[in-house]
Nanobody, 116 residues
Framework: QVQLVESGGGLVQAGGSLRLSCAAS????????MGWYRQAPEKQRELVAV???????NYADSVKGRSTISTNNAKNTVYLQMNSLKPEDTAVYYC??????????WGKGTLVTVST
């Protein structure tokens, strides 16, 4: 069974930084892509950033230039470094992992709150 454990969320002032982590464990095929999504209150879940096993990345326009997604393949872990945080970045951030057997899993989410 696959488990995704997220960490790093919390309360931060506007302009501050946070680093989110998500570690995949359990039995699974190789990882094709890892990413972060977020869902703000009363809004739909949206893509924040994704990185493929080949190292290609894609970012939402709203975080481009302020965020960096990276992985530690040996630890099956994906990171999201977020800088210059804004109140509109406040959301629950979810880790998402796609595997080579075409299955995918979600983490339980970690709350990021950016205060003014």
């Amino acid at each position: 069974q696959v488990q995704l454990v997220e960490s790093g969320g919390g309360l931060v002032q506007a302009g501050g930084s946070l680093r989110l982590s998500c570690a995949a464990s359990g039995l699974f095929f190789s990882i094709r892509a890892m990413g972060w999504y977020r869902q703000a209150p009363e809004k739909q879940r949206e893509l924040v950033a994704v990185i493929t096993s080949g190292g290609s990345t894609n970012y939402a326009d709203s975080v481009k230039g302020r965020s960096t997604i990276s992985t530690n393949n040996a630890k099956n872990t994906v990171y999201l470094q977020m800088n210059s945080l804004k109140p509109e970045d406040t959301a629950v951030y979810y880790c998402n992992v796609h595997f080579s057997d075409l299955t995918y899993h979600w983490g339980k989410g970690t709350l990021v709150t950016v205060s003014t």
